[in-house]
């Protein structure tokens, strides 16, 4: 979809830092992150809302979800990976995996600009612990 930042990261018009992806489903990291690991997972095709998304792609992103949070868990020994979906900023579906070690984990206004370094580092940690 025309002027979808999510849409154009997805064709390399604007750059991500990548964590995973499969035919379906892109991962990267958030550049704005809540908690220090807060990733991002979409879908390749433009969806605008979580519950008008099509199976087999709605269970898909949810089966990917909990792979990734099992590395994500992993690699930054959080407490649980919270899971937010609104989808208003950027009406192109997406699913916040946050780890959490408190209630507020998951606020939005928590969120702050990354380090690009420290985000590359953190996707490279992540992916070291992604199994099948
Ligand atoms: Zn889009």
Known sequence: MKNCIFCKIIKGEIPSIKVWEDAETYAFMDINPTRPGHMLIIPKKHVDYIFETEEPLFTKLFVNAKKLSKALKSSTGALKIGLAIEGIAVRHVHLHLIPVNNVND???????????????????KIRKELKD
């Open 106 to 124: 998951l606020d939005p206004c928590k969120s702050k600009k990354g380090n690009i370094e420290e985000l590359k580092q953190m996707a490279e």
